[in-house]
C-alpha cells in the first residue's frame, strides 16, 4: 500500500511512521525540508521576503514530486506528507503576507491543473492509495512543537500555527471526497494506540 502521512507540524507524524513501519517494513521517504536552501530566510526581514517564499514552496513541490517518481517501481510505501502538503503551506504563507496574490493565483493553479490529476488520476501512475489524516487541536501541536523545541520553529508566531492547522482541516474537507482519507485521532499520545487505531480502520 502507497500512505501518506498528513497533518500539521507537531501532528506526530515521525512518531507514527517510524511506529508504523516496524509492523509494515515498509520504504519511507522523508520530509526533504533539511535540504531546502530557501527555508533559513524564511525567518530574515528582508526585503524580497515573497521571492523567497516562492522559490522555497516550488523547491518543496519539486522534491516531493521527485519522491513520488522515485517510488513508482514501489508497490508499499510511506511518505512523510505528499505532494499536496506544499500547496497547504503556500497558502498559509499566502494568508501571512509571505506570497503575494498573484503569486499564490499561480501557484495554486499550477498545482489544481497539474499536480492533482498526476498524483491521483492518471492511468499509468502509480498514485496514493490512502492519505492518512493525523487531526490534532491547536493545542496539542503547539504543546507539541514547544516541547521538541526545534529552533526554527520556535521562531514562528503562534498564530502561524494555528493558520496551518485551520488550512489542514479546510483543505481535509475540500478533498475528502476526492481524495481516500483514514482520519486518525493524532492528540492521543499513546503511538502504540495510533497505530493500532489505524490498523483496525483499514482492515
Given at each position: 500500500?502507497?500512505?501518506?502521512?498528513?497533518?500539521?507540524?507537531?501532528?506526530?507524524?515521525?512518531?507514527?511512521?517510524?511506529?508504523?513501519?516496524?509492523?509494515?517494513?515498509?520504504?519511507?521517504?522523508?520530509?526533504?525540508?533539511?535540504?531546502?536552501?530557501?527555508?533559513?530566510?524564511?525567518?530574515?526581514?528582508?526585503?524580497?521576503?515573497?521571492?523567497?517564499?516562492?522559490?522555497?514552496?516550488?523547491?518543496?513541490?519539486?522534491?516531493?514530486?521527485?519522491?513520488?517518481?522515485?517510488?513508482?517501481?514501489?508497490?508499499?510505501?510511506?511518505?512523510?506528507?505528499?505532494?499536496?502538503?506544499?500547496?497547504?503551506?503556500?497558502?498559509?504563507?499566502?494568508?501571512?503576507?509571505?506570497?503575494?496574490?498573484?503569486?499564490?493565483?499561480?501557484?495554486?493553479?499550477?498545482?489544481?491543473?497539474n499536480?492533482?490529476?498526476?498524483?491521483?488520476?492518471?492511468?499509468?501512475?502509480?498514485?496514493?492509495?490512502l492519505?492518512?489524516?493525523?487531526?490534532?487541536?491547536?493545542?496539542?501541536?503547539?504543546?507539541?512543537?514547544?516541547?521538541?523545541?526545534?529552533?526554527?520553529?520556535?521562531?514562528?508566531?503562534?498564530?502561524?500555527?494555528?493558520?496551518?492547522?485551520?488550512?489542514?482541516?479546510?483543505?481535509?474537507?475540500?478533498?475528502?471526497?476526492?481524495?481516500?482519507?483514514?482520519?486518525?485521532d493524532?492528540?492521543?499520545?499513546?503511538?502504540?494506540?495510533?497505530?493500532?487505531?489505524?490498523?483496525?480502520?483499514?482492515?
Amino acid at each position: 500500500m502507497r500512505l501518506v502521512i498528513f497533518g500539521t507540524v507537531g501532528a506526530g507524524k515521525t512518531s507514527f511512521i517510524n511506529a508504523l513501519n516496524k509492523k509494515l517494513g515498509y520504504k519511507v521517504y522523508a520530509e526533504p525540508l533539511n535540504i531546502n536552501p530557501y527555508f533559513d530566510k524564511l525567518y530574515e526581514q528582508f526585503q524580497d521576503k515573497n521571492s523567497n517564499t516562492y522559490k522555497m514552496e516550488l523547491f518543496m513541490l519539486t522534491e516531493r514530486m521527485k519522491q513520488f517518481l522515485d517510488s513508482q517501481s514501489l508497490n508499499d510505501v510511506i511518505f512523510d506528507r505528499g505532494v499536496m502538503d506544499t500547496l497547504i503551506f503556500a497558502n498559509a504563507n499566502y494568508e501571512e503576507g509571505n506570497l503575494d496574490k498573484r503569486d499564490w493565483d499561480t501557484y495554486r493553479t499550477f498545482f489544481e491543473t497539474n499536480i492533482t490529476p498526476a498524483i491521483f488520476s492518471y492511468n499509468n501512475v502509480k498514485g496514493y492509495d490512502l492519505v492518512v489524516y493525523l487531526r490534532v487541536t491547536n493545542q496539542t501541536s503547539i504543546a507539541r512543537i514547544n516541547q521538541r523545541a526545534i529552533p526554527g520553529e520556535l521562531r514562528v508566531k503562534t498564530h502561524f500555527w494555528e493558520l496551518l492547522n485551520g488550512l489542514y482541516e479546510q483543505w481535509y474537507l475540500e478533498w475528502t471526497d476526492k481524495i481516500p482519507f483514514v482520519v486518525i485521532d493524532g492528540n492521543i499520545d499513546s503511538i502504540d494506540e495510533k497505530v493500532e487505531q489505524f490498523i483496525k480502520k483499514i482492515r
